[in-house]
C-alpha cells in the first residue's frame, strides 16, 4: 500500500509539474504579449505627439515670420499714409497762404 502511496505521488508530481510548468509558461507569454502591446502603444502615442509638437513648432515659427512681415508691412504703410498726408496738408496751408497773400 505504500509503494502505491508513493508511486502515486510521483505519477502526480510529474503530471502535475508538467501541467503547471505548461500553465506558468502559457501566462508569461500572455504577460510578455501584454506588456509588449502596451510598449508599442504608448511608443505609438509619444511619436505621434513628437511629430505634432515638431509640427506645431513649424507652425509657430510660421506664424511668427507671418506676423512680423505684415507687421513690418503695415508700420511702413502707415509712415507712407502718414507721409502723404502730411504732404496733403502742407500743400493746402501753401495754397491758402498764397491764396491770402495774393
Excluded at 25 to 48: G, M, W
Excluded at 60 to 89: C, D, P, Q, W
Amino acid at each position: 500500500m505504500a509503494l502505491c502511496f508513493i508511486g502515486f505521488i510521483f505519477f502526480a508530481f510529474s503530471y502535475l509539474n508538467v501541467t503547471v510548468s505548461d500553465m506558468f509558461q502559457d501566462r508569461v507569454a500572455k504577460f510578455e504579449s501584454d506588456l509588449l502591446l502596451t510598449f508599442q502603444s504608448k511608443h505609438i502615442v509619444i511619436d505621434t505627439l513628437g511629430r505634432e509638437s515638431v509640427l506645431l513648432k513649424y507652425l509657430n515659427v510660421g506664424f511668427n515670420t507671418a506676423e512680423l512681415i505684415v507687421s513690418k508691412n503695415y508700420h511702413s504703410y502707415t509712415l507712407v499714409r502718414e507721409s502723404r498726408l502730411m504732404t496733403g496738408l502742407f500743400k493746402e496751408i501753401q495754397m491758402h497762404l498764397t491764396a491770402a497773400t495774393s
